[in-house]
Nanobody
């Protein structure tokens, strides 16, 4: 079983940058795909980005492509989401998840963190 802990969230201004992290323990992180999802109250969880186990495949949602960068370091059991040019509509709770394959479907990911809040003010 894999435990995931997100960190690095906070409140920033529009146009600022923020990097959030996902640290794993208790399982074979290095063999699993990692994804970031986000959710705002009353809305469904939204796919943000995913990276395969060896970083050979990376995919972003159209809303963040070109602004966000996903990366991982298997030696450190950690993944990151670098968020640049943040917009108020990026405000959400960001969740890290791991699973067997890198894709956009949340049901494919078996383990989830508890999330970290990102708030972007205009």
């Amino acid at each position: 079983q894999v435990q995931l802990v997100e960190s690095g969230g906070g409140s920033v201004q529009a146009g600022d940058s923020l990097r959030i992290s996902c640290t794993a323990s208790g399982g074979a992180f290095s063999s699993l795909a990692v994804a970031w999802f986000r959710q705002t109250p009353g809305k469904a969880r939204e796919f943000v980005a995913t990276i395969s186990w060896n970083s050979g495949y990376i995919y972003y949602s159209t809303t963040v492509n070109g602004r966000f960068t996903i990366a991982r370091d298997n030696a450190k059991n950690t993944a990151w989401l670098q968020m640049n040019s943040l917009k108020p509509e990026d405000t959400a709770v960001y969740y890290c998840a791991v699973g067997g394959s890198a894709n956009t479907n949340s049901v494919s990911y078996s383990y989830w963190g508890r999330g970290t809040q990102v708030t972007v003010s205009s």
